[in-house]
């Protein structure tokens, strides 16, 4: 006998299952830029040189979720950028230092919003004449936090100059890369005029035309012996992960190695001597930075 009650049941079931197989998989698109200004396939870079990569990435028809750029090599793997994102079309560029691999595979990979992946490749070699770069140091840099009126609080690490923010004309403004603060929720801190919170402790920060932004690796741990036997920028240039770098570094102490990235693309790294004194104390530093 026809039981009409058990068929109906059974068709929307293969209806449901019928859909979600046919269900539309978006599958995202990647290429790399070409032209003149973007570092090629199978290029010959030297230690520390610049390179410049570009991509364009469709989705297909589901928003671009995530970038990833991460490079192989005899020197060790690393991650350059996990980034997140919710565009249609990524276009894309980018500014890296070549790193002390003899032969590095970068590999770039985009996922859309249905976890669908794309990824493209390359392999640049280091120049056989690369060389390590010189580097300045500083022993000794004494820095007042906030509302010290005593010790000068900003410091330009190229030229090795402290400033009071009252001697910081419009033309110096750009020559700024390191301050640093004590509150309670944060202890002693190092940033730059470009955070977006340094207003809060220094507001003539809001009057400046040019905020420089100095970005802290907050992951990389340096033992203060290695700064201290580093000669040449090497080990500044191994020692910051583009990944964690980050617009202030918290809870700093004596003994603590941060390496950092100026605005310019200079990297260095600082090592905390002392800290005293609270939102009237100091900050001091043992710098040593690329020329």
């Not at 599958?27 to 040189?49: Q, R």
């Not at 005593?150 to 110096?172: H, K, W």
């Not at 500044?236 to 617009?247: I, P, R, T």
């Amino acid at each position: 006998m026809f039981n009409s009650t058990r068929i109906l049941p059974l068709i929307l079931l293969s209806a449901l299952l019928y859909s979600c197989s046919g269900k539309e998989v978006h599958t995202p698109s990647l290429y790399f830029k070409s032209g003149a200004s973007f570092t090629p396939e199978g290029s010959e870079v030297a230690f520390n040189d610049p390179m410049t990569f570009g991509l364009v990435a469709d989705g297909g028809g589901a928003n671009i979720s995530m970038l990833k750029v991460t490079v192989e090599s005899e020197a060790g793997n690393r991650t350059m950028l996990d980034s997140g994102t919710n565009i249609a079309v990524l276009d894309w560029t980018r500014v890296f230092s070549k790193g002390d691999g003899w032969n590095e595979l970068w590999t770039f990979t985009v996922m859309n919003r249905d976890r669908e992946q794309a990824s493209i490749s390359l392999r640049i070699t280091k120049d056989s004449a690369s060389s390590y770069g010189a580097i300045t140091s500083y022993p000794s840099i004494i820095l007042g936090t906030q509302n010290n009126t005593a010790i000068r609080n900003f410091f330009d690490p190229v030229n090795g100059l402290i400033y009071f923010p009252s001697e910081v004309t419009a033309g110096l403004e750009g020559t700024i890369d390191i301050a640093g603060y004590y509150d309670a929720s944060d202890s002693y801190t190092m940033f730059s005029p470009g955070c977006a919170e340094s207003e809060l402790y220094y507001p003539v920060f809001s009057s400046w035309s040019v905020r420089n932004y100095t970005a802290w690796d907050i992951h990389t741990v340096v033992p203060p012996e290695a700064f201290d036997q580093a000669t040449n920028d090497s080990l500044l240039v191994a020692s910051y992960d583009e990944v964690y770098g980050k617009k202030k570094y918290k809870f700093i102490a004596a003994g603590t190695v941060i390496p950092f990235k100026t605005a310019s693309g200079k990297k260095g790294m600082v090592k905390v001597i002392n800290t005293t004194g609270n939102e009237t104390g100091t900050i001091e530093l043992a710098i040593k930075i690329q020329k």
